[in-house]
Nanobody, 131 residues
Framework: QLQLVESGGGLVQPGGSLRLACTAS????????IGWFRQAPGKEREGVSC????????GYSDSVKGRFTISGDFAKGTVYLQMNSLKPEDTAVYYC????????????????????????WGQGTQVTVSS
């Protein structure tokens, strides 16, 4: 059974950078897409970015496009989210999740990601952007 664990969160000043990692165990990531989501207090979970093993497609929400970069090595079971030029509004718990046979889309408020379609959710990692 696929299990995902997020790591790399922390406290950073505005304009700073963090790199999150999503590490898989229990199963390979063959034919999966990994989605990164975030949830701020009092807000709904929103899609942030996506990387698909099926065709290498990527996707970003409009709010992070140009600042965040997703990458990964599916054979090694790890997907990264490099976050640059962080803003206070990026503060949230960040989660990764998996969906088999999914091809990523780009743009929009949620990078085309529907949280209800994804599974194997990790426990989340807190990102706080504050001076």
């Amino acid at each position: 059974q696929l299990q995902l664990v997020e790591s790399g969160g922390g406290l950073v000043q505005p304009g700073g950078s963090l790199r999150l990692a999503c590490t898989a165990s229990g199963s390979t990531l063959d034919y999966y897409a990994i989605g990164w989501f975030r949830q701020a207090p009092g807000k709904e979970r929103e899609g942030v970015s996506c990387l698909s093993d099926n065709d290498g497609s990527t996707g970003y929400s409009d709010s992070v496009k140009g600042r965040f970069t997703i990458s990964g090595d599916f054979a090694k079971g790890t997907v990264y989210l490099q976050m640059n030029s962080l803003k206070p509004e990026d503060t949230a718990v960040y989660y990764c999740a998996a969906l088999k046979y999914y091809y990523c889309e780009n743009g929009g408020s949620n990078a085309g990601l529907k949280a209800a379609d994804f599974g194997s959710w990790g426990q989340g990692t807190q990102v706080t952007v504050s001076s």
